[in-house]
């Protein structure tokens, strides 16, 4: 099994609407859980980070995080053809400051 | 807003050679990173770097490959004897703290072995 798991997609969607991105993981030890959009060929960009379950806002993304069930979320409110990109999960272990990066998601937003 | 800068932008090399790919982190950040992407897969883990040594470097960090800070502000990769394989997108990144703070990446540096 993987450590991280994140489906590829693509995900199309349309101007506005929500967009649901998720991540499953199967090592208890990550603590740190972070979003990062990355457009091609360009590093990724650091959107949300969190350490707790529960949810966080910033803007239209709001990240969610369920430690029991291993399971991460990133919404994105009124989708904006800017939002095109790739979103990365990735994780931190508590004993440890190496990320490990989930697939990445491919989203298009279409006007 | 400050940034992680990397250079060169883009370095095609001769299997065999040797490169360095150079990194200047953002300025008041203490934990410095390479994280490495061949086309089409994951971002994964080189090493990490802390107080002028590595903290901690995965299987795919071997005796090719080392890291420098050679002054106060760069950090270098540098890659011994370069093979096909080695072609991939390589990404610094650097934070503030370890292991609970944001990482910040640089663009990217990308090698083309030939």
């Known amino acids: 099994q993987k450590e991280v798991e994140q489906d590829p997609g693509p995900l199309s969607v349309p101007e506005g609407a929500i967009v649901s991105l998720n991540c499953t993981y199967s090592?208890?030890?990550?603590?740190?859980f972070m979003w990062y959009r990355q457009y091609s060929r360009k590093g990724p960009e650091l959107l949300m980070y969190?350490?707790?379950?529960g949810n966080k806002e910033d803007g239209r993304f709001t990240a969610q995080v369920d430690k029991s069930s291993k399971y991460i979320s990133l919404f994105i409110r009124d989708s904006q053809p800017s939002d095109s990109a790739t979103y990365l999960c990735?994780?931190?272990?508590?004993?440890?400051?190496?990320?490990?990066f989930g697939q990445g998601t491919t989203l298009q937003v279409k006007p | 807003e400050p940034e992680v800068t990397q250079t060169p932008s883009h370095q095609v090399t001769q299997m065999g050679q040797e490169v360095i790919l150079r990194c200047v982190p953002i300025?008041?950040?203490?934990?410095f990173y390479w994280y490495r992407q061949i086309l089409g897969q994951k971002v994964e883990f080189l090493v990490s770097?802390?107080?002028?040594?590595?903290?901690?470097k995965s299987e795919i960090f071997d005796d090719q490959f080392s890291v420098e800070r050679p002054d106060g502000s760069n950090f270098t990769l540098k890659i011994r004897s370069t093979k096909l394989e080695d072609s991939a997108m390589y990404f610094c990144?650097?934070?503030?703290?370890?292991?609970?703070?944001?990482?910040?990446f640089g663009q990217g540096t990308r090698l083309t072995v030939v």
């Open positions: 990144a650097s934070s503030m703290g370890y292991p609970n703070t944001e990482a910040f």
């Open positions: 090592n208890s030890a990550f603590q740190y």
């Open positions: 969190t350490y707790s379950s």
């Open positions: 990735a994780m931190v272990p508590s004993n440890t400051g190496k990320l490990i």
């Open positions: 300025s008041n950040h203490l934990y």
């Open positions: 770097f802390y107080n002028n040594e590595i903290s901690e």
